[in-house]
């Protein structure tokens, strides 16, 4: 290395932990708020280091919002839509890539259309038919218009299209399996780190989605964990460290859901990008 | 016309009996149920919806009781409404405040990503792990880093002797704080597509533009920026796509008050106002109107930014964009006849 490459390099990394810096600062700011109390954070100058009132400040986020409550309830709609996603895409996604079928490539194209619709076009109509069906309020409007959807199956097709040899289903139709077995026993093996992409790319999005539930979850004891964090807000918004403690308990398990797969997650996310 | 149906047709039967199968529709069953799902969850939540949203845009309805046809009148009513031209202005100005920085900064990072052989993982990770946080509690932490008076900004701003600056009643200040947060979210995800379209590229260019004697300086304008173009026009457009919806931030800031979107009605977005006409003031007609108008906007930036980064000279575009292209026409052609 010579030592101009040297120096760039070094600038580099400084450059790269500066970013770094300011991309977590506002979780150590979030867990510096939540551990101290509202005086503390609001008194000049401001407390900048992490406190010792964390757990009273978490038992008042407990007393003031049914927190586990809602946390089981976007629990089950995250579980749910995802597993349904993964079932769904994945299904059409094999039918897509690996089989001929009249109308294929049309009914494909119809799909890559629908890509074009904002989904809050159909924000006011989609309530209305969900009001008709009585489903407001219910677990089955965030769960069911959710549960297939078109970047999943467009995303799993690509994948399957290189990853599924084309000789593995011969040889299962050679066996006398069917279509459906075709798909358990040479498509889903395959398909398995596609699934792990899809599955916690869908998770997180259902997790952290606000304005949906915010429409449909009408019920006050039914909130998910977004929206009841941000009620959390507006009836104690004064009790910054209260509110804080919510956001800081709403945030940790996605991370941890995230920091799993964290590496492969990324890798492929990019790597879908690539294919637009 | 009936001379130009009954060719194909004549094809399709030769085609069916040379090929022993009774009826390929039937034996083909088991794929259409594969893909069905999809199709029809489509159809109820996606496209009926969207029908049915023309026809409650040309109604005023509050949701329950009748509706009442009163044509264009929403569509008027909207280009004439200055809030909903205000929301525009607010939406343009804080995609704008959001988006340039958001790139150019994921640019840079990418850069130093891609020339950074340690730590690799480390900071794709760090990068990342806003977006995948919460906007709710991400804006609620940066609520409280942007209050007028409490505010750890204001802090800083005052012990290095300059005065606090009204974060969160100010015009400005609201759009300011908005942008930010859309940025810190977003900055990291663009630099890993970026990072992404920049390993895409083949060494021996930048081996050829080494022997040719060419700055980093060069290098960097001259071949990896032309040749990001397409990942470029990626990230553009789903910034501005994403820009045109921005909605939560403004929600969470505010809360639903007399003025969506704070003190003048400052940080009121177009999704904003189409939340607060349609589920708060129960003008669903109005609302689907709104929703139109957004889809329009939409469509239109997406046209210009095709134009204007990936657009007029096809002989840059890849030839997976180009087969892509022809693609797309085929399927028009298919679906015209």
């Known amino acids: ?276 | 016309m009936a001379v130009t149906k009954t060719i194909p047709v004549t094809a399709a039967v030769r085609e069916e009996t040379a090929e022993k199968p009774p009826n390929r529709f039937r034996q083909a069953f088991p794929q259409y149920a594969a893909i069905s799902p999809f199709f029809i969850l489509f159809a109820v939540f996606g496209a009926f919806p969207i029908l049915f949203s023309i026809w409650i845009s040309f109604h005023s309805w509050d949701g329950i009781g009748a509706m009442k046809f009163v044509g264009f009148e929403q569509y008027s009513y909207l280009l004439g409404d200055p809030k909903f031209w205000q929301a525009i202005g607010n939406t343009m100005i804080i995609w704008v405040l959001s988006t340039v920085p958001m790139l150019l900064l994921a640019l840079v990072i990418a850069n130093a990503l891609h020339n950074a052989t340690r730590f690799r993982t480390f900071y794709r990770i760090a990068y990342f792990i806003p977006n995948v946080t919460s906007v709710v509690a991400v804006t609620l932490v940066f609520g409280s880093i942007f209050s007028n008076n409490f505010g750890l900004l204001n802090a800083f701003l005052q012990s290095i002797g300059l005065g606090k600056v009204e974060w969160l009643t100010q015009p400005w200040g609201i759009k300011i704080a908005i942008a930010t947060i859309v940025t810190w979210r977003w900055v990291g995800y663009n630099a890993i597509i970026f990072l992404a379209g920049l390993q895409a590229i083949s060494a021996d260019v930048y081996e050829a533009a080494k022997v040719d004697g060419a700055s980093p300086r060069q290098t960097f304008w001259r071949i990896t920026v032309p040749m990001l173009r397409p990942v470029i026009l990626f990230t553009a457009v789903t910034s501005t796509i994403g820009g045109l919806q921005i909605f939560t931030e403004s929600r969470v800031l505010f809360g639903d008050t007399n003025n969506i979107g704070g003190p003048g009605d400052a940080g009121m977005t177009i999704v904003s106002y189409l939340y607060q006409s349609a589920f708060i003031k129960n003008q669903f007609g109005y609302g689907a109107a709104i929703g139109w108008a957004l889809f329009i906007l939409i469509v239109l930036f997406s046209i210009i930014n095709w134009r204007l980064i990936g657009g007029n000279d096809s002989e840059r575009l890849t030839s997976r964009a180009k087969r892509r292209a022809d693609r797309k026409i085929a399927v028009q052609k298919g679906a015209a006849k």
């Open chain 1, 1 to 276: 290395m010579t030592p101009a490459e040297r120096l760039r390099t070094t600038v580099g990394h400084v450059v790269l932990m500066l970013g770094v810096a300011v991309s977590l600062f506002p979780f150590y700011w979030m867990v510096v708020m939540a551990s101290n109390t509202t005086p503390d954070i609001f008194a000049y100058p401001p407390k900048l280091l992490i406190g010792s009132h964390l757990f009273e400040n978490m038992g008042k986020v407990l007393d003031n919002v049914d927190f586990f409550g809602s946390m089981l309830l976007t629990l089950i709609a995250s579980v749910s839509v995802t597993v349904l996603v993964l079932f769904f895409d994945s299904l059409a996604a094999f039918a897509f890539a690996k089989y001929e079928f009249p109308g294929r490539n049309f009914l494909f194209g119809l799909l890559l259309a629908t890509f074009m619709i904002p989904a809050q076009l159909s924000l006011v109509p989609q309530f209305v038919t969900l009001a008709e069906f009585g489903w407001i309020g219910s677990l089955k409007a965030l769960i069911i218009p959710g549960a297939a959807n078109a970047f999943g199956i467009f995303w799993m097709r690509q994948y399957a299209k290189g990853a599924i040899p084309d000789e593995l289903i011969s040889a299962a139709k050679v066996d006398g399996a069917g279509f459906f077995r075709q798909y358990l026993t040479v498509g889903l093996p395959v398909l398995r780190p596609g699934l792990a992409f899809l599955g916690i790319f869908t998770f997180i999005n259902v997790w952290n989605d606000y304005l949906w539930p915010l429409i449909v979850m009408t019920d006050p004891n039914r909130l998910t964990l977004q929206v009841a964090l941000d009620q959390l807000n507006g009836i104690y918004g004064t009790d910054y460290s209260m509110v804080m403690a919510g956001a800081l308990m709403s945030v940790i398990p996605l991370i941890g859901v995230f920091l799993i797969g964290a590496r492969s997650f990324i890798a492929d996310l990019a790597a879908g990008a690539m294919k637009f």
